[in-house]
């Protein structure tokens, strides 16, 4: 059983004590594989379904911004809860799979009801199915996340987890933009065959990686407090390690989220080619893919923190230019598409990989081992980021008088070129100004995994 620090008693078994180097690729792809569907019905709830009900229902965009931004909100309570739970469930049932496997038929059936709204769906079909997709989206991502940071506790090991956790999603995210383009569908107004088909291609991968979980070790232990609520407050409250890497992830999260919720947009009445939106969104994706085995070297190379810190900088330079694109500039907007792809593969690798280490550093630090309830915190975080964008962008377009589906006047066109790209930048500098001096370097992490492994 879980036990406080001062009476540990919970081993990890021989199996999960020796993956440490040695996680094969099967176990690895067994782990991975489950990230493929629940990407691309994510991707889906993202750019296309905030778009979809605002052409297809009567409900205005700052109305589904605020319906987005209330059910993130909701996640501020649903996701340390389960990371709670997912961090206290005993041992033996396999703590991480079973909050998965429980979330998977709450998601089919979100899934199923939310990407296929009818004319008359209002606010409260929106909002309820809103909720419960993301309720059961943390039920499977917050102990999938902490399953990953368990499976080994190498530095370099790590980023190979987070690498196949990211190569995976970006596949499911890469399927799920495929559909429109396979089924000749155009623009940003005719999307329901295209939700019909993510709908049973999400549901039916669900299921099957699934079942590819029970290949995958289960079995680290956890050391907790008996206040752990109020000590997981302090790793926010109180300056550390986590709270700068949270609080960084935090606005460069919102820095990727805001120009991701604007794409379509942006590609259908600035850059006036809608039916490319769909092979951009589908570039911008390969090239993350690409770059994952690209920023596993470097980083492994020259330290997580400072591979990151790059990728922002290079981020932030390529955007400042949006704001002045038009019709006719698709060629440079392709070169920025290109460049912040391979920048995204950073962002889903090496952030949530340094936030594995911490739970070394949480276990040396304050005695607790609790990578449920970090990366509890992590997801909030996550969730938030999308949350302020859609909670900020969409009102700001209706402020300036843009509206999906009409003709918009110069300066509604101007609105939305800036805030596709100026937020952006202003978020990431935010977030590199933050992780100024962040101490853990791997030479580092390698003296808090001594400690670490001496007091287990």
């Known amino acids: 059983m879980d036990e406080s620090p001062d009476t540990k008693t919970e081993e990890p078994t021989d199996s999960g004590a020796k993956l440490t180097d040695q996680l094969k690729l099967t176990v690895l792809s067994a782990y991975g594989a489950i990230a493929f569907p629940l990407a691309g019905a994510f991707i ?30 909701w996640d501020t309570v649903t996701d340390p809860l389960i990371g709670f739970l997912s961090d206290k469930t005993p041992q033996r049932w396999g703590r991480r799979r079973l909050w998965v496997l429980g979330s998977v038929p ?24 809103t909720l419960a997709i993301y309720v059961a989206g943390t ?52 999307l329901a065959l295209t939700l019909e088909v993510i709908t049973w291609l999400a549901v039916a991968t669900l299921i099957i990686a699934s079942l590819l979980l029970f290949a995958v070790p289960d079995n680290n232990p956890t050391y907790l407090s008996k206040t752990q609520v109020r000590d997981a407050l302090k790793l926010i409250t109180q300056p550390s390690p986590f709270r700068q890497l949270i609080i960084s992830f935090l606005f460069n999260s919102a820095a990727n989220a805001v120009p991701a919720t604007l794409f379509l947009f ?5 850059l006036k080619v809608p039916g490319l939106a769909g092979p951009l969104l589908f570039l911008y994706f390969i090239c993350a893919a690409l770059s994952v085995p690209l920023w596993i070297w470097v980083a492994g ?29 698709l060629v440079l907007y392709l070169l920025i598409v290109i460049g912040t792809g391979i920048t995204t593969g950073c962002d889903l690798i090496i952030p949530s990989s340094m936030n594995g280490d911490l739970v070394e550093w949480d276990a040396v630090q304050n005695d607790y081992r609790r990578p449920g309830m970090l990366f509890a915190i992590w997801g909030t975080t996550t969730k938030l980021s999308y949350a302020l964008a859609i909670g900020i962008a969409f ?32 978020f990431k500098v935010l977030a590199l100004y933050n992780m100024r001096g962040y101490p853990i370097t791997e030479e580092i992490y390698q003296e808090i995994l001594k400690k670490s492994r001496t007091r287990t």
């Open 395 to 426: 009102p700001l377009l209706d402020l300036f008088g843009f509206s999906a589906g009409a003709d918009n006047s110069a300066g509604s066109l101007l609105a939305l070129g800036v805030l596709y790209g100026t937020p952006c930048i202003l």
């Open 106 to 129: 709450l998601i089919c059936l979100s899934i199923y009801f939310l990407f296929r709204p009818t004319a008359d769906a209002g606010i409260g079909y929106l909002l309820g199915w």
């Open 139 to 190: 039920m499977a991502i917050v102990p999938f996340n902490a399953w990953g940071a368990e499976l080994s506790p190498d530095y370099r090991q790590r980023n190979r987890v987070t690498g196949i956790r990211a190569a995976f999603g970006l596949t499911g995210t890469m399927a799920a933009l495929l559909v429109p383009a396979i089924l000749d569908q155009q623009g940003s107004g005719d």
């Open 301 to 329: 190379r020259f330290g997580k923190h400072r591979t990151w810190h790059w990728s922002i900088v290079t981020a932030c330079l390529l955007f400042v230019w949006t704001p002045f694109f038009g019709e006719g500039d």
């Open 44 to 73: 889906t709830l993202q750019v296309l379904i905030p778009t979809h009900y605002a052409e297809t229902t009567a409900l205005s965009l700052s109305t589904i911004g605020t319906i987005m931004l209330v059910a993130r909100l």
């Open 266 to 270: 942006y590609v259908t009445y600035v």
